[in-house]
């Protein structure tokens, strides 16, 4: 009688984890090492163009595709980044973040770009184009986006 009431108590708590769930772990472990690494950027003088290329490359990719997941389509232009911290309009419903804790800026102290449609990183799956306006803080050749 003690072992199936073992069995049962075993079923009962060998629950697994959704994908949704996975990629918000992996956002947020993203997040915090890009964190570390801008922190890093610092300390080791010119490289600030790898921090904002990790954070266009593998930190925006997590949070934006938890994004999709949840709501359906990535934030509009109109919508920006921003939309990965507060709900947009119409959307509180499928809305289950606040995906990053704040709204990024790149190692230069602006705030990244981002467009969706893109119209640079068209032949990727993403379709959206986040970038960061690099040193000088103007869109120039020295951009940094996830189409590089």
Do not use: C, H
């Amino acid at each position: 009688m003690k072992k199936n009431t073992f069995k049962t108590l075993q079923q009962k708590q060998s629950k697994g984890f959704t994908l949704v769930e996975i990629l918000i772990v992996i956002a947020i472990i993203a997040t915090l090492a890009t964190v570390a690494i801008g922190n890093l950027g610092g300390i080791f003088s010119g490289q600030q163009e790898k921090v904002a290329s990790l954070f266009i490359n593998q930190t925006t990719k997590l949070v934006l595709t938890s994004y999709k997941l949840d709501v359906g389509s990535y934030p509009t232009t109109e919508q920006g980044i921003k939309a990965l911290v507060q709900a947009p309009s119409g959307k509180e419903g499928k809305w289950k973040g606040p995906y990053i804790d704040e709204l990024p800026e790149d190692p230069w102290g602006n705030p990244y770009q981002y467009r969706f449609p893109g119209t640079k990183n068209i032949n990727k799956s993403s379709g959206y184009d986040i970038w960061s306006l690099g040193q000088d803080g103007v869109e120039s050749a020295d951009d940094i986006g996830n189409w590089n």
